[in-house]
């Protein structure tokens, strides 16, 4: 079946390029047929047009864009931030369109106005310095407003104050599975290598470190509103990049090191999923995925769950084969829920703790200490 | 090697005779031909082969990202059992075929075969050169280029597959063959593959620089040469600059991946155990490859901004407006574009502060860019435009390089890179300003010196439905893509459904899809009118565009040396369309200027 839509494709490709080729010969008509393959007067004049009409093209394929996928980019910001990263985009993007429109424009319309005609002589204008002054000066004043807004955002995004009152947060990533450890009671995150990794202390976290002692390591990532947040982020094997889109933030994780980027949340996934514009995306969505599930089920297959909003943190740099398949859904609650959250949840002490408890009486022969032994040597190396 | 180019002058008769008596065989005239005329059309073929198999690559992916993980007997066919399961893409070639692409598209394509195409054909006959500096390293360069070509066309053959970590191969994940399949023989072969290319790079560079400083002919001095040259020789400088750069980094990956140094590798767990390397750092390659990848960018991007510009002036018959500025644009893009890298790498985890820096120069750049694109607009302005298809590709250049350049304002700002960073977004800024604008350059190129490299025109028709057809279809693909990448669509996912997040963008990626396929379609067109033209196309005039420049005086038939007598000497600067007191509406290099004419342009 598909090859044969693909065989009909194609014949019907060839036969519109046949086409088109007579509609340019029958242009030709009329005009002497000397055939030497330079562009006469006729070509200039129907090429001419067509430039003009590429023009119209461009502008009616741009307000087609804006109107039929201009919903889907990223809507309302939901950290502090954001607002400000958006602010700057809408200006620049005011910017882009008035000088797309008028470039393309002028280009098109001289390409139409000026096609070659027989007696036509071009005018000899070589250089024009105070043109050239012109236009080299105003996008330089222009950039350099750009630039000074662009500068201060990213000072008030990217340098993260140590004196503020913030909520440590590591973001761990290995192949295709993000994690995160909350630091706990003291804020501060225990130390941690990949040298320590072993049995359910997958994020390698060095447990003789009196910090490490209260942190907390979940797959699910829950924040508080109103809070920011100080992410640091670490890789156990390859690149991988934290994207949180909603929360216009992002930053690789590097084997290695340590990164850092810091937001405060400012809608709960509640307020988020009862937003006007959020009701309709979810709407839109789950009206194609029923129509993409009774195809399924007509095949047999199960059909597709229905989609409710949740924050996600993806992963932005190529990572692997299942690279597309990383993510871990993000909660944002209020102060109270996420206090309560993240109470229940066990420390990485205990967890240690449980895990060895439930491993000695299965094993007595010492080999837990054996590869406590190797896994020091290891340290002691490093 | 200069000497010999002085004996060529000097004793040209001789030369001549010379010809007559040792008829060149078959092998050192059209295999290993030291002929820079004969050299360009080898670099032309084996990079218009090279650009079919990366185009097809595309083409295959884009059909999985709009109907994902569906079955395609081509796929099948193709790709194998292995790699299309009952006709289905897996993920591990997809990640390969997006690699290869890149790979092939950027160096093979776009650097090779558009730079070195018409740096060979037009730098000799344009500045009035009997040959390269040196021929001989000039034919060593195609044939590492060749070379290189297999190798890297090679590693589509091996068991695990090609190359698979990104046209940017970031280790670790290019470096360590657990973490992805792609990253063993594979990469040793894309690895190898690169550092030959290189070496060719390199050679052509050095010849490039050399022939243009000291072959000169009499009278063309460097502010009479045309702009095509200035930025032949200005991306051969830059060429020198960056290439050693890459070459170094791929030499320290090699070192990493086979012999145990960690220089960009540190603290890593993999499939279970803990790998030795300690104290390197990723960030330190994305460093290396971003430095000479920016300016490799422009490696490729102002060799066609050369040929538009000739181009331009050419079929408005008028000159080129301000072709000062444009020298001076040139040497400022060339500049600039080696301290912008770091734009790459906003989200690396570099210090903040070095971001602030690259944010600064990058967008200065916008500034002579912005210039270039007035200059051409101006020239076309008030002109008698001959609308051939080279013509036509040069005015679609300068719309897809404003179009994709301005999206460049928000990348290249990091505050506003934070949440398009390696999404869709980048893919449609740098496919228009840099992918669909340098072949843009490239067929504008192809269509006007097609009679100076093969003595016969190419089919115009069939180049007006070439153009139209591409033009329409690369907006088709690239314009609606910045809308999901705004979206926060990540590149390089191998399906976007996976979770419903992105559900309703998939309409989007058939609509690219589909203009993909009809563009990519249409350029059987031009491979058509191409090879056929070779042998059936009308033969051509000496100069049919009415052209000032060299080249169009020396003779139809190539011969070695390419001017029968003496080189002509140049009395003027190459934009004398339509100059006042003349009866044409152009006057060649080589003609004196008359009694009392004056210089009108500064």
């Known amino acids: 079946m598909t090859s044969l839509l693909v065989i009909i494709v194609l014949v019907l490709l060839a036969i519109a390029l046949w086409q088109l080729t007579k509609i340019f010969d029958l242009t030709q008509v009329g005009s002497n047929a000397s055939n030497s393959q330079i562009a006469d007067d006729n070509d200039n004049n129907v090429q001419g047009y067509l430039m003009f009409g590429f023009l119209a093209f461009i502008y009616i ?164 509103k109103g809070k920011k947040i100080h992410f640091l982020m670490r890789s156990q094997d390859v690149l991988h990049s934290a994207y949180m889109p909603h929360f216009r933030a992002q930053m690789n994780c590097v084997p290695g090191m340590v990164t850092e980027f810091a937001f405060e949340p400012i809608h709960t996934t509640q307020e988020m999923r009862e937003m006007a514009f959020m009701q309709e995306k979810v709407a839109n969505i789950n009206a194609l995925r029923t129509k993409k599930s009774a195809e399924l089920v007509a095949k047999g297959e199960s059909a597709l769950d229905p989609y409710a909003f949740d924050f996600l943190l993806l992963c932005n740099k190529i990572c692997g084969t299942s690279h597309y398949n990383m993510q871990m859904k993000i909660v944002v609650d209020s102060p109270e829920d996420y206090k309560k959250w993240l109470a229940e949840k066990p420390t990485i002490a205990d967890e240690v703790k449980t895990a060895a408890a439930s491993a000695a009486p299965a094993d007595t022969s010492g080999k837990p200490a054996d590869s406590a032994k190797a896994d020091s040597k290891a340290v002691a190396v490093k | 090697m200069s000497s010999e180019a002085h004996d060529h ?32 059309k080898q670099y032309l073929i084996t990079g218009i082969i090279m650009g079919i198999i990366g185009v097809g690559m595309s083409m295959l992916f884009r059909m999985q990202l709009a ?36 790979t092939i598209m950027v160096f093979f394509v776009l650097t090779a075969a558009l730079s070195g195409t018409f740096s060979n054909l037009l730098i000799p006959l344009q500045i009035g050169a009997r040959d390269m500096a040196s021929g001989f390293l000039n034919m060593v360069s195609y044939w590492l280029f060749f070379t290189s070509s297999c190798i890297m066309i090679s590693s589509l053959f091996v068991e695990a597959g090609p190359a698979s970590a990104g046209w ?158 444009m020298i001076m644009s040139i040497l400022a893009i060339a500049f600039l574009s080696t301290i912008v890298w770091g734009h790459h790498m906003f989200m690396s985890g570099m210090n903040p502060f070095l971001g602030s820096v690259f944010t600064f120069t990058t967008l200065l750049i916008a500034i002579p860019s912005a210039v270039k694109a007035f200059n051409w607009i101006t020239t076309i302005w008030k002109g008698n435009l001959q609308m051939n298809p080279a013509m036509l590709y040069s005015i679609g250049f ?64 069939m180049g007006y439905v070439h153009f139209w057809v591409t033009t329409v279809c690369a907006y088709g693909v690239f314009f609606p893509m910045h809308f999901i990448g705004l979206a926060g669509l990540p590149r390089r996912y191998y399906t976007n459904t996976n979770f419903p997040l992105f559900d309703d963008l998939q309409n989007v990626n058939v609509l690219m899809t589909m203009f993909a396929l009809v563009g990519g379609a249409f350029q059987l067109v031009f491979l058509y009118n191409f090879f056929s033209s070779i042998f059936f196309g009308k033969r051509t005039v000496q100069n049919p565009w009415r052209s000032t420049t060299l080249e169009w005086t020396a003779p139809i038939k190539h011969i070695h040396g390419n001017w029968e007598g003496e080189i002509p000497h140049v009395h003027r600067w190459p934009y004398d369309y339509s100059k006042p007191g003349h009866d044409e509406d152009f006057v060649p290099q080589h003609i004196p200027m008359k009694e009392g004419e004056e210089q009108l342009h500064h």
Request: hydrophobic share 45%; proline share 3%; aromatic share 14%.
């Open chain 2, 398 to 461: 300068v719309s897809t390089f404003i179009t994709g350049g301005l999206t460049g304002i928000i990348l290249g700002d990091s505050t506003l890179d934070i949440n398009v960073h390696d999404t869709y977004f980048v893919v449609a800024h740098f496919h228009l300003v840099m992918g669909i604008s340098a072949l843009y350059g490239m067929f504008a190129g192809i269509y006007h010196w097609y009679p100076k490299m093969f003595g016969r025109m190419l089919n115009k028709n």
């Open chain 2, 67 to 102: 109907w994902p993980e569906e079955s395609f007997k081509i796929f099948n066919f193709l790709l194998g059992d292995k790699f299309a399961p009952n006709g289905v893409m897996t993920n591990d070639i997809y990640l390969a075929l997006v690699t290869i692409h890149g």
């Open chain 1, 61 to 224: 394929f741009t307000i087609y864009g804006l109107i039929k996928w201009g919903g889907l980019v990223l809507h309302t910001p939901s950290s502090a931030h954001g607002g400000q990263l958006d602010n700057l985009m809408n200006i620049t993007w005011v910017l882009i369109f008035f000088v797309q429109t008028i470039t393309q424009a002028l280009l098109y319309y001289f390409a139409f106005k000026y096609r070659g005609k027989k007696d036509q002589k071009a005018l000899y204008f070589a250089d024009n310095n105070k043109l050239e002054f012109v236009w080299s000066v105003i996008p330089a004043i222009v950039l350099a407003g750009l630039i000074l807004y662009g500068l201060y955002a990213w000072t008030n995004i990217m340098f993260i104050d140590d004196d503020e009152d913030t909520i440590v947060v590591e973001l761990y990533a290995q192949q295709f599975k993000w994690s995160a450890r909350y630091s706990g009671e003291d804020n501060v995150l225990g130390k941690a290598n990949v040298r320590y990794i072993e049995g359910v202390n997958s994020l390698g976290v060095d447990m003789g470190d009196k910090y490490a002692q209260d942190d907390k390591v979940v797959t699910e990532l829950h924040l508080p």
């Open chain 2, 168 to 325: 940017t191969i970031y280790p670790p994940l290019s470096a360590l063959p657990q973490a992805i399949g792609g990253s063993g023989s594979g990469m040793t072969l894309w690895l190898v593959s690169m550092a030959v290319f290189i070496a060719s790079s390199l050679l052509g560079s050095l010849n490039y620089v050399v022939t243009v400083i000291n072959l000169r002919t009499k009278g063309m001095s460097m502010t009479r040469l045309p702009l095509t040259i200035w930025a032949f020789f200005i991306t051969a400088v830059i060429g020198i600059i960056s290439f050693p750069v890459l070459l170094s980094a791929a030499l320290l990956l090699i070192m990493d991946r086979s012999f145990g140094t960690s220089f960009f590798l540190s603290d890593i767990y993999i499939a279970g155990e803990v790998l030795h390397y300690q104290g390197g750092s990723p960030v330190l390659f994305e460093h290396l490859f971003w430095f000479l990848g920016h300016p490799e960018v422009y490696i490729v991007i102002l060799p066609a901004m050369g040929l538009v510009s000739e181009i331009m002036a050419t079929n408005s018959r008028k000159p080129i407006f301000g072709y000062r500025a």
């Open chain 2, 9 to 40: 002058a000097h004793d040209h008769a001789h030369d001549h005779d010379h010809e007559h008596h040792h008829k060149d065989t078959f092998v050192t005239k059209y295999i290993f031909s030291i002929d820079h005329k004969m050299i360009s």
